[in-house]
């Protein structure tokens, strides 16, 4: 079939920033101290190296009590069982979680302070490390340090599994007109560690404002431990979104020509990446490299239609998919705790009840 370029995405439709009821305040905000960049000490890397520290202090005293294996090595099932333990190895692990909290609380009073996190009242946290009950102690604690230092903010967690939440998203950036002639999209969420690939459900019968949108299959490929290079990794994606398509012709799912790329880092309006993909691998910010022009080769019509691909940053699509939980704050957030801290602010700019509200797709959309 030949492949026409008029088909791509055009300029001005990635890293959207207006939304129906919606303005996204910023994204991939990068502060920096004399260490660093600051959301690099609230991240799920950090919180490894911070445990590890702990550990060698211990061992000059005595014995490790969590063994030999490197400390990013350890599985979050055995982290959440050296918690359960009132042993010195259940009191090593409160201590690292007490100290990353701090760091964590410290990290959100910055973003505080900032212009587009100034008027935030509300905090969802997603990513990797919350999937564990070490991370869910560790936001508890960050939470009552919080109001310790009069930072008066809402912490809460996604109302999802965490895996879901960077695909789930994609039904709010997704052309409305798709969405009313197809049941579902395809989703890939790009992390510095995994890659998750999806079939999203948008249920839009079930629910108007698109908050009963499912994840119905999903694979999940944790690339750091093959470690591709970067025109490896594409085509694992591309090979990925291929087994979606053919389930869905399996199942009669009526999968809409879209996919949606949820990827760290800045993202240009032309779908280029400005900065931030340092834990990828290889030169993902190459004005060279277009994602999903790479992609859109690969699958250039799903169905009988035209594939259209965007991209946007992954704290964005994360938060997004909280967006019908949310309209009961003007001005909320989202941090991402995984391989490294994404965070994304949001303003609702809708007034309450009425249709094409966030969240609320007028019915001319539906």
Known sequence: MKKKTHLLPGPDVHGLRELPGLRVEGYSLQLRDKDGFVGDQASQTAFRELLERWRKRRRKTGTDPL??????????????????????????????IEEFAEELALVIQRFTRQPSWKKVER????????????????????????????????????????????????????????LKKHDAILAVDIGGTNVRCGIVKTRRRKARD?????????????????????????????????????????????????????????????????RGTQ?????????????????????????????LILMHNDAVVQGLSELPFMRDVTHWGVLTIGTGLGNASF????????????????????
């Open 279 to 307: 834990n990828l691998p290889g030169d993902w910010e190459s004005r060279a490299f277009h994602l999903p022009s790479a992609l859109w080769r690969r699958m250039p019509m799903i169905g009988s239609g035209p594939t």
């Open 347 to 366: 303003t609702n700019t809708f007034k309450p009840g009425v249709p094409g509200a966030a969240g609320m797709p007028p019915p001319s959309a539906l």
């Open 67 to 96: 063994g030999k294996e490197h400390s990013r090595d350890l599985s979050k099932k055995q982290l959440d069982r050296v918690l359960l333990k009132t042993s010195a190895a259940g009191d090593l692990m409160h201590g690292a």
């Open 123 to 178: 905090i969802v946290v997603g990513g990797g490390f919350t999937e564990s009950d070490v991370g869910e102690r560790a936001i508890l604690q960050t939470a009552a340090i919080l109001e310790e230092l009069g930072v008066h903010v809402q912490l809460g967690r996604l109302s999802h599994e965490v895996d879901d939440g960077g695909l789930i998203g994609w039904v709010h950036l997704a052309p409305p007109a798709m």
């Open 210 to 274: 698109l908050s009963l949108a499912k994840v119905v299959r999903r694979e999940k490929w944790r690339h750091a431990d093959d470690d591709p290079n970067r025109t490896g990794m594409v085509e694992r994606i591309a090979a990925m979104l291929e087994d979606m398509v053919r389930y869905c012709e399996r199942k009669h799912i009526r999968l809409a020509p879209f996919i949606g790329i949820a990827c760290p880092g800045l993202i240009r309006k032309d779908g280029s990446i400005e």
